[in-house]
């Protein structure tokens, strides 16, 4: 019966990641009712990661009244600053501003607004753009793994602080491997492809007047946007203090309980000290694609954890021993799960408490967190689309094989070198 299990949880993953966006979502739901029927127990309080799914909706909400008020525009314009002063180093500039940006927010949705002026500055100094848009996409979604306010950050740290291994050094040690990661990443981006000038699909747009340059931005920055910003990076500070605090003290609220309350009355003051009308908040960018991920979570780790759950004395009995003989496996198989789910918080939640019931140690765990961030393996991802759409210039296009597109070989670069790394950090360091 588990394989035919297995077979449907695959059916429903494969629909959902066919149908795209928040399909995925109810495909999860719908395979969740034919897993019921073949024999799993439907269990909405275990298998549904209730935790992560607050945490997002806190944390997306505090973002979308940041940009509300401004706030993500003001760090645009320092982002496109940033990258002007340095335009022939883009390849790498570029990618650290979507990591740390992603890394600060706590979601990869925030690169939306930076991908506009990547691909402007790329074809103002005759880059081809598809270099800086790969890794700056890829360094997007491995940020999620660095955040210390991500879904997936949280997650991992619930299963692997029971290993003996704390928030700050589970957070310290994630976002110098990925930076690393993504370094190596950009250093392959910047050899990908023929030179702008050479590429016979800018040619012939650039032939047919297809070209448009958009010049410096302009924004018009709200007056309150420093102070939201401001009052944003206080409370991340507080997060990350009494996240700290909660594994060596016994404190009055939660670690996931202070991050979505934290978040939310960051909002609340927010709103008030910065005039934000709330009733904009809700048709933001950030706000959409954010409650968007959390749905396809609910919908994805509901079906993966009714499967696991229903089989986690056969799946910890056959697996054991493999992972434990060969642990960077767990790093594979998280990075295929994560391409396939297209959420680095559902693959968290649904594989890691499966490698702590498989005896896997809290080390390779770590070392091998990098890996749920493998969404641009199929070119289908929305900020992967994005890339490619803002590129005018035909740069960043997907091939005949599908899977030949600019985003591949940068991003399995970045993972690679970041589960490597991670193991030779986690061998000395935890």
Same mark, same amino acid.
């Given at each position: 019966?588990?394989w035919?299990?297995?077979v ?9 990641a ?5 399909g995925?979502?109810y ?5 969740? %009712?034919?897993?019921?029927?073949l !024999?799993?127990?439907?269990d909405?309080?275990k ?8 945490i997002?909706? &806190?944390?997306i909400?505090?973002i979308?009244?940041?940009? &509300?008020c401004?706030?993500? +525009?003001l760090?645009v314009?320092v982002?496109?600053?940033?990258m ?6 883009l390849t790498f500039?570029?990618?650290?501003v979507t990591?740390?940006?992603?890394v600060?927010?706590g979601?990869?949705?925030v ?12 074809k103002?100094?005759g ?6 848009l790969?890794?700056s ?5 491995v ?13 991992? &740290?619930s299963?692997?602080?029971p290993?003996?291994i704390g ?12 930076l690393a ?8 981006? =910047? ?6 000038e ?8 650039k ?5 448009a340059?958009r ?7 709200d ?5 939201a910003?401001a009052?944003?990076?206080?409370t991340?500070?507080?997060v990350?203090g009494?996240?700290a ?7 009055? %609220?939660?670690r ?8 939310m009355? $960051?909002?609340?003051i %927010?709103?008030?000290?910065?005039k ?7 048709n933001?960018a #950030?706000?959409k694609?954010?409650?968007s $991920? ?15 759950n229903?089989n986690? +004395?056969?799946?910890? !009995?056959a697996?054991a021993?493999? %992972? ?5 496996l767990?790093a594979?198989?998280l *990075?295929?799960?994560?391409a396939?789910?297209?959420?680095q918080? &559902?693959?968290t ?6 490698a702590?019931?498989?005896?896997? =140690? ?5 070392a =091998? *967190? ?10 289908t991802?929305?900020?992967t ?6 590129? +005018?210039?035909?740069? #960043? ?9 600019? *985003? ?5 670069? =970045?993972v690679?070198v970041?589960?490597?790394?991670g ?5 000395? $360091?935890?």
């Amino acid at each position: 019966m588990i394989w035919l299990q297995f077979v449907v949880l695959l059916a429903f993953i494969f629909l959902g990641a066919r149908l795209g966006g928040i399909g995925i979502a109810y495909a999860g739901a719908a395979g969740v %009712i034919v897993l019921g029927f073949l !024999g799993c127990t439907v269990d909405p309080e275990k298998d549904i990661p209730w935790d992560v799914l607050g945490i997002i909706m &806190a944390v997306i909400s505090c973002i979308a009244v940041l940009q &509300a008020c401004g706030g993500l +525009d003001l760090l645009v314009k320092v982002s496109e600053q940033l990258m002007r002063r340095n335009p022939r180093r883009l390849t790498f500039v570029a990618p650290v501003v979507t990591f740390f940006m992603t890394v600060f927010c706590g979601t990869g949705h925030v690169a939306f607004a930076t991908l506009p002026v990547i691909a402007e500055v790329a074809k103002e100094q005759g880059i081809r753009p598809s270099r800086p848009l790969s890794i700056s996409v890829v360094a997007s979604q491995v940020g999620i793994a660095a955040s210390p306010i991500s879904a997936a950050m949280v997650a991992m &740290a619930s299963v692997v602080e029971p290993e003996g291994i704390g928030y700050l050094p589970l957070v310290g040690v994630s976002i110098v491997v990925c930076l690393a990661g993504c370094m190596a990443g950009a250093l392959v981006a =910047s050899r990908l492809g023929v030179e702008l000038e050479d590429d016979p699909v800018y040619q012939e747009r650039k032939a047919a007047g297809t070209i448009a340059m958009r010049g410096t931005g302009e924004y018009d920055i709200d007056p309150y946007a420093r102070r939201a910003v401001a009052i944003f990076a206080v409370t991340l500070a507080a997060v990350m203090g009494y996240a700290a605090l909660t594994s060596a003290v016994d404190l009055p %609220i939660g670690r996931n309980a202070a991050i979505m309350t934290f978040m939310m009355t $960051a909002a609340l003051i %927010i709103k008030v000290t910065c005039k934000v009308d709330l009733a904009g908040v809700s048709n933001q960018a #950030t706000f959409k694609g954010g409650m968007s $991920a959390a749905l396809c979570i609910l919908g994805v780790a509901w079906l993966g954890n009714t499967f696991v759950n229903a089989n986690i +004395d056969t799946i910890t !009995g056959a697996g054991a021993s493999i %992972i434990q003989g060969n642990p960077w496996l767990l790093a594979v198989v998280l *990075f295929f799960a994560s391409a396939l789910l297209y959420s680095q918080g &559902a693959t968290t939640t649904t594989f890691m408490p499966v490698a702590a019931a498989m005896g896997v =140690s809290g080390a390779v765990m770590v070392a =091998s *967190f990098p890996a749920v961030t493998g969404l641009y393996l199929l070119p289908t991802y929305p900020t992967t689309v994005a890339a490619i759409e803002m590129d +005018d210039t035909g740069s #960043t296009r997907i091939g005949k094989y599908v899977f030949n597109h600019p *985003f591949l070989l940068p991003g399995v670069t =970045s993972v690679v070198v970041a589960v490597l790394l991670g193991f030779a950090v986690t061998a000395v $360091a935890l």
